[in-house]
């Protein structure tokens, strides 16, 4: 399977013309190749990649991958948390329930704003003093290790893929 695979994979990327959608419902025809968006995607999936691998050969332990080993400034964790409040999933769904609610539904949005980082104030310093990086971590101490960590995964995945559907909407809208 595996093989199979990477056999697709690389077939799609020496033949692109074989990953093309057909033509529109009314018997349009194909659209052309978009040399320029392909291009643009593998460089950069390559950038990603490159940081990637730079950043692993930094990483040397738990706190190392989890906190960047104490180095993170202030403001660089401003821009990060900046980042997932202003992605597109969270645009989306604020507006979703605007649409949904009316102007109620603007409390879904302050609540969140202002909740989040009264749950981080009162499980932060917990998770710190138990040397814990995450919710699990202290899970599956104090439970059982494999169960914990198997939940723990699936609840990702699961909230991974909503969130990405969400993602991978607003581009097309």
Known sequence: MKKLTHLFVALSVCFPSLALAAG???GGTKQAVNWAAIGMFIG???LTLAITY???KRTVSAADFYSAGGGISA???GL????DYMSAASFLGISGLVYTSGYDGLIY???WLV???VV???IAEQLRNLGKFTFADVASFRLGQTRIRILAACGSLVTVAFYLIAQMVAPAS
């Open 24 to 26: 529109t419902i009314d």
């Open 109 to 111: 949005s302050v609540g």
């Open 120 to 122: 981080t104030f009162l």
């Open 80 to 83: 990060a948390i900046a980042g």
């Open 54 to 56: 730079w950043a692993s």
């Open 115 to 117: 909740g989040w980082p």
């Open 75 to 77: 403001g660089q964790n």
């Open 44 to 46: 950069f999936v390559s």
